[in-house]
């Protein structure tokens, strides 16, 4: 038996290394559950985003802006515990879209107002 054929026996017989061990993380805590489902998240940011859409209707752009600011409140204060909740992007975007829906709500009023 050649040398070389002994290395090849060898090198059969050494089974391959073990992948690295799988950790698990916190399921709020993976941003690809979270881009999927509102785990983790301020149930005050949830709310503001859903009102941030329905605001082009200018009544709903004042709980869009309410729940925005007590959404950015919300988040702020979590990140000091265990369990910091996330959504600042939603938040965000109730508070715009709340804004923008109130200044169109009174553009809108100030309109009408002075048509008749």
């Not at 992948?19 to 489902?37: C, I």
């Not at 909740?85 to 200044?103: D, E, S, T, Y």
């Amino acid at each position: 038996m050649s040398a070389r054929n002994a290395l090849d026996m060898r090198m059969e017989s050494v089974p391959p290394p073990l992948p690295p061990p799988y950790v698990e993380k916190p399921m709020g805590q993976d941003a690809g559950v979270r881009l999927l489902l509102p785990v983790g998240r301020s149930p005050w940011a949830i709310a503001a985003g859903y009102f941030g859409l329905l605001s082009v209707i200018p009544v709903f752009s004042i709980p869009a802006l309410i729940c925005g600011i007590v959404a950015l409140m919300d988040i702020k204060k979590s990140r000091l515990g265990p369990k910091p909740k996330h959504g600042m992007g939603r938040a965000w975007f109730g508070i715009i879209m709340g804004v923008l829906g109130l200044a169109f709500g009174i553009f809108l009023a100030i309109s009408i107002l002075s048509e008749a």
